[in-house]
């Protein structure tokens, strides 16, 4: 069982940037595929980014390529999502979520872990 919390949301300004950082514990964190989801209230989870358990494959979601930037570090179990150039689009519910099972990096459904998601709200 994995455990994943998620910090470093928060208020900034559009064109500002934040750096999401997510803590895993409970498993081996190098067996573990992790990804970067979003909701806003009323639409559904959005993906993000993702990261394969080697940091080989990062997939991004067409708005947020050449902005956001995920990355992992193994030896401390922890991954990061650096957020650069906010619109006031990127305002949502962000969430870690891990999967050591089969099935595509992009979608929701295929991660078995997730945390409680931190709050990013970007200002016009």
């Known amino acids: 069982q994995v455990q994943l919390v998620e910090s470093g949301g928060g208020l900034v300004q559009a064109g500002g940037s934040l750096r999401l950082s997510c803590a895993a514990s409970?498993?081996?964190?190098?067996?573990?595929?992790m990804g970067w989801f979003r909701q806003v209230p009323g639409k559904e989870r959005e993906f993000v980014a993702a990261i394969s358990r080697d940091g080989s494959m990062t997939p991004y979601a067409d708005s947020v390529k050449g902005r956001f930037t995920i990355s992992r570090d193994n030896a401390k179990n922890m991954v990061y999502l650096q957020m650069n150039s906010l619109k006031p689009e990127d305002t949502a519910l962000y969430y870690c979520?891990?999967?050591?099972?089969?099935?595509?990096?992009?979608?929701?459904?295929?991660?078995?872990?997730w945390g409680q998601g931190t709050l990013v709200t970007v200002s016009s």
């Open positions: 979520a891990a999967k050591n099972i089969r099935g595509t990096l992009t979608i929701a459904r295929t991660y078995n872990y």
């Open positions: 409970g498993g081996t964190f190098s067996d573990y595929t």
